[in-house]
């Protein structure tokens, strides 16, 4: 099944194509409905977001007239798990809110009972997500989640590069000197305290700091450190190792 409906997926053309082709395997592996949602990075030639689904139009009118992708857990827990995930599962993954709940439940009312959702989130590159859904009185289709998982990988794929979607090309924002410094600051130092770590003078932890946050027009600290996180040049298993070593 992955062979013969993956080919199709793979090789779409067109959001178009890719939608039909969707559609196909949707129904072919036992679920109702699909949606595949995907977001480029921030830069204005990274890509043009997509967003493709059959969801029952009752559903697609309330979700956007209600701007309830805010509010949407399934879009949290995407970030938060390597792969595919059951609905039913998400709140070992997330904490929800009681508005996330009243958004989950409005789409039960709206004919989406349950789900298998395939995540991938490459922090500054690609925020996606390829969700299968059952009706209500459908189950969810136990033996297929396998297939889901690849089907869903290789439509994210597609979609990213149908969506136009381009590589970093530009060289990094910082210094090694200026990341150096904001790494610390992620961590919690002081200037102070990074120029102790560093070998500098305070003086020259604050201009680093400074040109840092002109580099990315940004006036706070930590506004800085969400930027450099986004753009790959910190991670956060570089912020929270080194907090566990402590």
Same mark, same amino acid.
């Given at each position: 099944m992955v062979e013969l409906l993956g080919d199709s997926i793979l090789?779409?053309? =067109?959001?178009? +194509?890719?939608?039909? @082709? /969707?559609?196909? $395997?949707t129904r #072919?592996?036992?679920?109702?409905?699909?949606?595949?949602?995907?977001?480029?990075?921030?830069?204005?030639?990274?890509?043009?977001?997509?967003?493709?689904?059959d969801?029952?139009? =009752?559903?697609? +009118?309330?979700?956007? @007239? /209600?701007?309830? $992708?805010?509010? #949407?857990?399934?879009?949290?827990?995407?970030?938060?798990?390597?792969?595919g995930f059951r609905w039913r599962n998400m709140r070992d993954l997330i904490p929800m809110t009681e508005i996330e709940e009243t958004t989950f439940e409005t789409?039960?009312?709206n004919g989406l009972a349950d789900g298998f959702t395939v995540p991938r989130h490459l922090p500054g590159d690609v925020?996606?997500?390829?969700?299968?859904?059952?009706?209500?009185?459908?189950?969810?289709?136990?033996?297929?989640?396998i297939v889901a998982e690849m089907l869903g990988a290789m439509a994210i794929s597609n979609a990213r590069r149908i969506s136009g979607w381009r590589g970093q090309?530009?060289?990094?924002?910082?210094?090694?000197?200026?990341?150096?410094?904001?790494?610390?600051?992620?961590?919690?130092?002081?200037?102070?305290?990074i120029s102790r770590i560093l070998g500098i003078s305070r003086g020259t932890?604050?201009?680093?700091?400074?040109?840092?946050?002109?580099?990315?027009?940004?006036?706070?600290?930590?506004?800085?450190?969400?930027?450099?996180l986004y753009d790959g040049l910190i991670s956060?298993?570089?912020i929270f190792r080194w907090l566990a070593r402590r």
């Open positions: 090789t779409a053309p =067109s959001i178009d +194509d890719l939608h039909e @082709s /969707l559609a196909r $395997a #072919d592996m036992g679920f109702d409905h699909f949606a595949l949602a995907l977001e480029t990075g921030s830069s204005s030639d990274s890509g043009a977001s997509v967003l493709v689904h969801y029952p139009a =009752s559903w697609a +009118d309330v979700y956007i @007239s /209600l701007n309830l $992708a805010a509010t #949407d857990p399934v879009r949290r827990a995407a970030e938060r798990s390597i792969l789409g039960r009312r925020t996606a997500s390829c969700t299968f859904v059952t009706g209500t009185g459908s189950s969810i289709p136990e033996a297929m989640l090309t530009e060289p990094a924002r910082l210094t090694d000197r200026q990341r150096d410094c904001v790494l610390w600051a992620a961590r919690g130092k002081t200037d102070w305290e932890v604050i201009q680093h700091l400074k040109d840092a946050r002109e580099r990315y027009d940004t006036h706070k600290r930590a506004s800085l450190i969400l930027c450099a956060f298993a570089d």
